[in-house]
């Protein structure tokens, strides 16, 4: 539990550094995901508090994130909940709830997407009760520009946020390098298919070369795939996009949410065909 709860502040911390948040961003957003591990552990033994997880962890960061803003140091404040909340965003489940739609599977496809999209509900809900709270009793976040972390970091937090998400997805021990591998690659792929063609087509790539890696990786050593392509394609998935759509619809900015939404759509059609033509070429011995 307790390497559970410190793995949560180090993905978060990693992510706010890809997000180039700044160092105090980055921070901020260990910090609050230290915080939402402890809640986690707790809601494992009380029911009651599971229920509204989600919604509880949006509002903890959200609250935590604009009173550093306001009254410590200037924050990106929303690239930070973000960033808090990474390991909450239903990011694979929504891509498993379309990728089973497009395999013809619609009862699990639709009760998934379901889930995925309740999980969105209740963090966006959450992330909105905190900033309607805050503007209520006058926290206004200063917007004196942060400073820039050094581009290095950045290829640091990726190898070490795959060691992160080794132990929140509970990876075996001596799966350890092959995650972070193929969180590695993953994100690799994306970066240089997102310079040089489109954000998409970078998505399609590391969901091309994922999906074949875990495929190998599973009749190699005869474990489930999903051991390497659920914690390489976390940085891939299009969870926090979501985030931000029912975000900009609950402030009531719909034109920017739809816009949003439709980004949504083109990145979770990407990945899900990237790894479908994974699974073309190098075709699963088990669906597992």
């Not at 957003?29 to 599971?50: D, E, F, H």
């Not at 900033?131 to 200063?142: E, H, K, R, S, T």
């Not at 399609?204 to 659920?230: D, H, M, T, Y």
């Amino acid at each position: 539990r307790f390497a559970s709860v410190v793995a949560y502040g180090v993905a978060s911390a990693c992510v706010a550094a890809i997000l180039l948040t700044g160092w105090a961003g980055v921070a901020t957003a260990g910090l609050i995901g230290l915080v939402i591990g402890a809640t986690s552990v707790l809601a494992q033994r009380r029911p009651n508090i599971a229920a509204a997880f989600e919604a509880i962890s949006a509002l903890v960061a959200t609250l935590a994130a604009i009173f550093i803003a306001t009254h410590v140091v200037p924050i990106q404040v929303k690239s930070v909940v973000i960033a808090s909340l990474i390991v909450l965003l239903p990011g694979m489940s929504l891509t498993t709830a379309v990728r089973e739609l497009s395999s013809h599977h619609l009862i699990s496809g639709t009760a998934r997407m379901a889930g995925a999209m309740t999980t969105l509900l209740k963090l966006a809900f959450g992330t909105a009760a905190a900033a309607q709270l805050c503007a209520l009793i006058g926290w206004v976040p200063m917007h004196t520009p942060a400073p820039a972390v050094p581009t290095w970091l950045e290829w640091v937090a990726v190898p070490v946020s795959g060691l992160a998400f080794a132990i929140t997805f509970r990876s075996p021990l001596r799966h350890y390098p092959t995650v972070i591998a193929a969180v590695i690659a993953g994100y690799i792929c994306t970066r240089l298919g997102g310079a040089y063609i489109s954000a998409a087509f970078g998505v399609f790539l590391g969901g091309l070369v994922l999906g074949a890696a875990s495929n190998i990786f599973a009749r190699l050593f005869s474990r489930p795939g999903a051991l390497i392509r659920e914690p390489g394609i976390i940085l891939l998935v299009p969870g926090s996009v979501g985030f931000r759509t029912l975000s900009f619809v609950f402030e009531r900015d719909v034109l920017l949410g739809l816009d949003t939404g439709i980004t949504l759509m083109t990145l979770l059609i990407a990945l899900v065909a990237g790894l479908l033509f994974g699974d073309l070429l190098v075709p699963p011995r088990r669906k597992l």
